[in-house]
């Protein structure tokens, strides 16, 4: 035998099989015993071998290189049993009228109240007026009044006695008028005022409350729907002792607690996709900025909702429980994450608290993406803080459903 063909048969990488009678006391070699057990690719090449002593035809066979163990595992505990268990959990949805209620029908309700009652413009104030001065300046004051929309002027009165609520203009207004204007120009020395300031808003115009609130309150109504639902699903499902027959299943921890988001994330993403639709066509806020931006913010966002609602689910021991923590986590989430009062004015102990909570840096994008315009450079260090979030929260979550519940 030759060099060459001791060195083919000592190979690992490939497989010869020889004809039985070329062997010796006919035994099978080592590789080819394996045979049964091994995946193998198509036959690469036939050679043919010729030496002194032997000749035969033998067969190489290529085979396939297998993925280290350590990655092969890691994939088979993360997601063993997922298709499994979103089969499951998708039916459970569809079958169970509760979840789908908490997920549509208060959203909608919060989505159309909210958007119309927040408004921090003043607008139709009643007013009584009492003028004791009558002069023309009184009057041009008045009329001022009456031509905005902050005041509603309903009537005059002719003495206190008739006042309730009212706006006093005292004798001599017009004198007073015209002295603290001519003291004016004498203090700075000129006859007139050469500067005509105009303000200028750049991304809302027409200073319309619904384009810098209704962005909010759909990360608001979001919060409430997906948190809320996730929460009490988990738990009822504990309640009814089906989570105890999933535990003694062959599935991952991770793997059940992912295929318990994943439905709950395409429900949840559908009630983004109406929110977005009654902002745009029911309170008219045009979209300036990217469509796919904004909703793949929201696809981070309410994954990092939901796994907080599995690890509300988890530390809760019954539905009412898992109700009144959720809402511990949200009258926070409304308060210090800018949704109605800005963070730059709160306390610092107050601005750090709102920096805790995934509404917070969701806002900040919707409100770029949606007001603004904004592109990606200018919204990404939010979206990276809420991308680590998510993460943080569904690892968080794994943890705790292993420890506590498993």
């Given at each position: 035998?030759?060099?060459?063909?001791?060195?083919?048969?000592?190979?690992?990488?490939?497989?010869?099989s020889?004809?039985?009678?070329?062997?010796?006391?006919?035994?099978?070699?080592?590789?080819?015993?394996?045979n049964?057990?091994?995946?193998?690719?198509s036959?690469?090449?036939?050679?043919?071998f010729?030496?002194?002593?032997?000749?035969?035809?033998?067969?190489?066979?290529?085979d396939?290189?297998?993925?280290?163990?350590?990655?092969?595992?890691?994939?088979?505990?993360?997601?063993?049993g997922?298709?499994a268990?979103?089969?499951?959990?998708?039916?459970?949805?569809w079958?169970?009228?509760?979840?789908l209620?908490?997920?549509f029908?208060?959203p909608?309700?919060?989505?159309?109240?909210?958007?119309?009652?927040?408004?921090?413009?003043?607008?139709?104030?009643?007013?009584?007026?009492?003028?004791?001065?009558?002069?023309v300046?009184?009057?041009?004051?008045?009329?001022?009044?009456?031509?905005?929309?902050?005041?509603?002027?309903?009537?005059?009165?002719q003495?206190?006695?008739?006042l309730k609520?009212?706006?006093?203009?005292?004798?001599?207004?017009?004198?007073?008028?015209?002295?603290?204007?001519?003291?004016l120009?004498?203090?700075?020395?000129?006859?007139?005022?050469?500067?005509?300031?105009?303000p200028?808003?750049?991304?809302?115009?027409?200073?319309r409350?619904?384009?810098?609130?209704?962005p909010?309150?759909i990360?608001?109504?979001?919060?409430?729907?997906t948190?809320?639902?996730?929460a009490?699903?988990?738990?009822?499902?504990?309640?009814?002792?089906?989570?105890e027959?999933l535990?003694?299943?062959?599935?991952?921890?991770s793997g059940?607690m992912?295929?318990k988001?994943?439905?709950?994330l395409?429900?949840?993403?559908?009630?983004?996709?109406?929110l977005f639709?009654?902002?745009?066509?029911?309170?008219?806020?045009?979209?300036?900025?990217?469509?796919?931006?904004?909703?793949?913010?929201?696809?981070?966002?309410?994954?990092?909702?939901?796994?907080?609602?599995?690890?509300v689910?988890?530390?809760?021991?019954?539905?009412?429980?898992?109700?009144?923590?959720?809402?511990v986590?949200?009258?926070?989430?409304?308060f210090?994450?800018?949704?109605?009062?800005?963070r730059?004015?709160?306390?610092?102990?107050?601005?750090?608290?709102?920096?805790?909570?995934?509404?917070?840096?969701?806002?900040?994008?919707?409100?770029?993406?949606?007001?603004?315009?904004?592109?990606?450079f200018?919204?990404?260090?939010?979206?990276?803080?809420?991308?680590?979030m998510?993460?943080?929260?569904?690892?968080?979550?794994?943890?705790?459903?292993?420890?506590?519940?498993?």
């Open positions: 035998m030759s060099r060459f063909t001791r060195s083919v048969l000592r190979s690992k990488t490939f497989l010869l020889f004809p039985r009678s070329t062997l010796p006391n006919n035994k099978k070699p080592r590789d080819a015993e394996r049964k057990e091994r995946r193998f690719w036959a690469a090449t036939c050679c043919r010729e030496s002194a002593n032997m000749s035969a035809h033998c067969k190489i066979i290529a396939r290189r297998r993925p280290p163990l350590l990655v092969k595992n890691m994939k088979h505990k993360l997601f063993r997922l298709g268990i979103l089969f499951k959990e998708f039916i459970v949805v079958r169970d009228p509760l979840t209620f908490f997920f029908f208060p909608l309700i919060e989505m159309i109240a909210f958007g119309y009652a927040l408004d921090n413009d003043v607008k139709h104030m009643a007013m009584i007026v009492l003028n004791e001065d009558r002069t300046e009184s009057r041009q004051l008045i009329d001022r009044f009456v031509n905005t929309e902050s005041f509603r002027v309903v009537g005059e009165v003495n206190l006695e008739e609520s009212a706006m006093r203009i005292q004798t001599g207004l017009g004198v007073a008028l015209t002295q603290s204007l001519e003291s120009l004498r203090e700075t020395g000129r006859k007139g005022m050469p500067i005509d300031v105009r200028q808003m750049l991304y809302n115009p027409a200073m409350a619904p384009n810098f609130f209704v909010g309150v990360g608001v109504v979001l919060q409430i729907g948190t809320v639902a996730a009490m699903a988990l738990v009822r499902e504990r309640e009814r002792g089906t989570l027959q535990l003694v299943s062959p599935l991952s921890r059940l992912l295929g988001l994943v439905p709950y395409c429900i949840g993403m559908t009630m983004a996709a109406v639709t009654i902002m745009r066509f029911v309170f008219f806020v045009p979209i300036e900025g990217n469509i796919f931006a904004m909703m793949f913010s929201t696809l981070v966002y309410v994954f990092a909702l939901l796994s907080l609602g599995l690890l689910g988890t530390m809760a021991e019954n539905q009412m429980q898992a109700l009144q923590m959720s809402m986590f949200l009258l926070p989430s409304v210090f994450s800018g949704f109605i009062f800005p730059e004015t709160m306390p610092w102990i107050f601005y750090a608290l709102g920096a805790l909570f995934p509404t917070t840096y969701f806002i900040a994008l919707m409100r770029a993406i949606i007001l603004r315009g904004a592109n990606f200018e919204y990404w260090p939010n979206l990276l803080v809420l991308i680590l998510s993460n943080l929260l569904f690892i968080l979550c794994a943890l705790r459903f292993r420890r506590k519940i498993a």
